[in-house]
């Protein structure tokens, strides 16, 4: 059974180590473990319906709690201590584009607001309903997952956009196919989520982030369908493909999505590399990014990031014997992580990973072999479960992320840490802050930063301190020219921000394509583009 205030199934547990639990109080201090609310607790606070009574939807409360937040900190917040703020008048649970349809055009007659709801992972505020506004119905697409089609010659295969990630992959991996998209979210998050939010998987460099792996579809918008045509590749003007990656359900359903998939790998292999410090390591991570070799991840964990990580993971042993052999080669304590991956036939591999080494070691990279690689690939899933333990004895963990070119990846760096790490001084608390580079381009890279902190003495003094961090770490951002999202999207944390980078005339434009597509406005209000139309 899926948590309803937290990540994940609550089957799985994540166990924090003894030192490990020392070690956070060493970094932000002695936690006091928050009373969370419990589920009866929460569904006390569900009001009732603004909406009369409909056969096609559920006013069931238990539904309304579960579809009413994201997994951002502020809905952990907001879950946890049982102050939901608002929910959905009701949930629907649509199972065709016909159904769609018909909830579209009975929104337009009662004037309902509608919210696409994928797997609920948004960390931006996407689903969040807006209480100021009109009676709000959650769009679970869930029961929208089938595979539709699959032809295997050209290596398309088209789904229903509710269908989850393991659920996908199943689905292909009986044809010895994969779509290779794997976000850390995998496991609760859909395709058309997905699609809406320009995601990015943690193999990316091989497959592909959404924007190539989605290749058209069918979009139902409160003005009719948009049908998304399949082509290889087109010069027939302006790709509307591109103003549904990012729609973040400003623009109508993506009900079915066609994708394109490879072959899954025969052989798949991640090597860690450490290098003596942080700037070997980035010209590292660059050298490789600019090479184009074949290989899935290229994944540089700077050292506050790589010491934190194995400590909690409780890898001091390992960490122990680490430094020992490192101490040997001449390293000194800054240390800097690079996982590289490949994924594929024995010869790609070999030749990727063998290609890939031997250009860390012309920059002082020491091969680790596969362990740091094994322990990278049993924990790419169980790393978010990590979240509910820490929140448990009192600590509160967020993430965020931007893009920049490599020239500037230095700088945007450094500012948003110094952002993070001074930000909660003027209340006498610590922020530990961390840093790795997730994706890499020949151009640049993206940078993901988390940033751990302990939980207050009241709900709203967390989110506060959450805000001041987050702000303070946003305004780096735009200062020193990254973007405000390189993976998570807009939602509403975001969307103070989007006008630094999309300049007046281009927030305009956006506005009025969106217009086109809904011109009342009855789909996700407020997302993306602020304030509701
Ligand atoms: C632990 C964790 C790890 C994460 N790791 C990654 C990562 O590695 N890479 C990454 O890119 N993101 C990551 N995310 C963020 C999140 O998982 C992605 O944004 C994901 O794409 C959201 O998919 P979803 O199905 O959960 O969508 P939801 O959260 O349900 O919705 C997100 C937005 O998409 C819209 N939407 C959803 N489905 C549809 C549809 N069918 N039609 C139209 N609009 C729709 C919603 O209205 C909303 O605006 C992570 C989140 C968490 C909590």
């Known amino acids: 059974m899926r948590r309803w205030n937290g990540w994940g199934d609550e089957a799985h547990a994540y166990v924090v180590p003894a030192r490990a639990v020392q070690a956070l109080q060493a970094w932000v201090g002695p936690p006091a473990p928050p009373r969370d609310a419990t589920l009866p607790e929460a569904l006390a606070g569900v009001p009732e319906s603004r909406l009369p009574h409909a056969p096609f939807l559920s006013f069931d409360p238990e539904q309304r709690l579960r579809h009413a937040r994201g997994q951002s900190l502020p809905d952990w917040v907001a879950l946890r201590s049982g102050r939901v703020g608002a929910f959905p008048d009701a949930v629907a649970f649509p199972a065709s584009s016909d159904d769609v349809r018909a909830l579209l055009a009975w929104a337009a007659r009662s004037g309902a607001r509608l919210i696409p709801y994928g797997g609920g992972t948004s960390v931006a505020g996407h689903v969040n309903p807006d209480p100021q506004l009109r009676p709000t119905v959650t769009v679970d697409m869930s029961r929208l997952s089938r595979l539709i089609e699959l032809d295997e010659v050209s290596r398309l295969a088209r789904f229903g956009a509710g269908v989850l990630g393991p659920d996908l992959e199943a689905h292909l991996r009986a044809r010895s196919l994969t779509l290779g998209h794997f976000p850390q979210s995998f496991e609760q998050s859909t395709l058309g989520g997905w699609i809406a939010t320009r995601s990015s998987g943690q193999q990316s460099l091989l497959y592909g982030r959404m924007e190539r792996l989605f290749a058209g579809g069918r979009v139902e918008t409160p003005r009719g369908p948009l049908e998304l045509p399949v082509f290889p590749a087109s010069a027939a003007g302006p790709d ?107 010869a790609v591999v070999r030749f990727a990973l063998g290609e890939g080494l031997s250009l860390a070691k012309q920059h002082g990279g020491l091969s680790a072999g596969r362990t740091f690689g094994a322990q990278w690939t ?156």
């Open 378 to 533: 049993k924990n790419r899933f169980r790393a978010p479960y990590l979240r509910n333990a820490l929140w448990e004895l009192g600590y509160a963990v967020d993430t965020l992320e931007t893009a920049a070119p490599w020239s500037a990846v230095p700088a945007v760096l450094s500012r948003v840490e110094a952002a993070l790490r001074g930000g909660l001084q003027r209340c006498g608390e610590r922020a530990h802050v961390f840093t790795h580079l997730s994706h890499v381009y020949s151009d640049g890279s993206s940078i993901y930063t988390t940033y751990l902190f302990r939980l207050a003495p009241t709900p709203d003094e967390t989110l506060e301190r959450w805000r001041t961090l987050k702000e303070r770490a946003s305004e780096a951002i735009v200062a020193a020219k990254g973007t405000i999202s390189h993976q998570h999207g807009v939602g509403v944390d975001h969307a103070p921000y989007l006008k630094a980078e999309k300049g007046e005339l281009g927030m305009a434009a956006l506005g009025r394509a969106l217009s086109g597509f809904d011109p009342e406005g009855l789909m996700n209000p407020g997302k993306l583009l602020g304030a509701a139309r």
């Open 240 to 346: 509307l493909r591109e103003l549904v990656l990012g729609s973040e359900g400003r623009l109508g359903f993506i009900t079915e999505a066609t994708v394109r998939v490879s072959p899954a790998p025969a052989r798949e292999e991640f090597v860690g590399v450490f290098f003596p410090d942080w700037a070997h390591g980035l010209a590292a991570a660059r050298t490789i990014a600019q090479a184009r070799l074949p290989l899935s991840l290229v994944r540089l964990s700077a050292p506050e990031e790589a010491r934190t990580m194995l400590t909690l993971a409780g890898h001091e042993r390992l960490l122990g014997a680490l430094e020992a052999w490192m101490r040997l080669r001449g390293a000194g304590d800054e240390k800097a992580l690079l996982l590289l991956g490949a994924s594929g036939t024995a």
